[in-house]
């Protein structure tokens, strides 16, 4: 992995989020590995139909990561989220954060 | 030069207010999963995240008066906890300046104050470092 990408605000908090994860987007275009972790707030953007740019990033290779205790905590269901999601917990986080070499960025 | 500062797998810059997001929930989440992975941990609290470990929280939250049985405990307690479960693998520091700034100066035993002009130690004697929050 070469990026670990994490937004937290979502929606809510403006336009950052949906910047952010137009760079996350580029960087999968340019082929960089890379993991976009939705974490609090920015679970909401998983929501089908929420916030634009998801699937055009997991169209470019990007892995969707949505934090599984900010889904429980917002009573959202898995049938929720757009399609290439991947439900995980803190620990795959810090087993990312912990690979030598990857560049992490909490948003 | 990095000599007062241990290595660390990981420095987690927290900044902002306890209480206006899960920030700090997430990031004790984040610290004991490091942690369970053995992974060595230094956590930098600066702006008002310097006030999660100030002494005058004392060790538990303010009585529920909905249910007095239940105590909760503060993060004061949280913090200590997690330092001193972890011996020696997880480090927390309090930037000296945000901490007087806010009137935070009093922090419990387990953690240390720094100056911020050290900060720069901290990220070298670190392999990855994250920035959690803003001010």
């Known amino acids: ?107 | 030069m990095t000599a007062t500062v241990p290595h660390s797998d990981v420095l987690l810059k927290v900044l902002g207010a306890p209480h206006r997001t899960e920030l700090i929930t997430s990031l004790f989440r984040l610290t004991e999963a490091l942690l369970e992975r053995d992974a060595t941990v230094q956590i930098w609290a600066c702006g008002d995240a310097t006030g999660l470990t100030r002494a005058s929280l004392g060790m538990a939250k303010p009585a529920d008066v909905t249910d007095r049985a239940r105590t909760f405990p503060s993060t004061a307690a949280l913090a200590r906890d997690l330092i001193r479960k972890n011996d020696g693998r997880l480090r927390w520091y309090v930037c000296r300046f945000c901490a007087r700034d806010r009137g935070h100066a009093e922090q419990i035993d387990e953690v240390k104050t720094r100056p911020a002009a050290r900060f720069w130690e901290h990220v070298t004697a670190a392999d990855q470092m994250i920035v959690m929050g803003v001010c």
């Open chain 1, 1 to 107: 992995m070469d990026y670990l990408l994490i937004e937290s605000g979502g929606p809510a908090e403006g336009p950052g989020a949906v910047r952010f994860i137009a760079d996350a987007t580029a960087l999968a275009g340019q082929g960089a590995s890379v993991a976009l972790v939705l974490i609090q707030n920015g679970v909401a953007g998983a929501v089908a139909g929420t916030m634009t740019g998801l699937e055009d990033f997991v169209g470019r290779g990007g892995q969707l990561w949505i934090d599984e205790f900010s889904v429980r905590q917002r009573a959202l269901d898995r049938g929720d989220l757009i399609s290439g999601a991947r439900v995980t917990g803190m620990g795959d986080l810090a087993d990312a954060l912990l690979t030598p070499g990857v560049r992490a960025v909490w948003h």
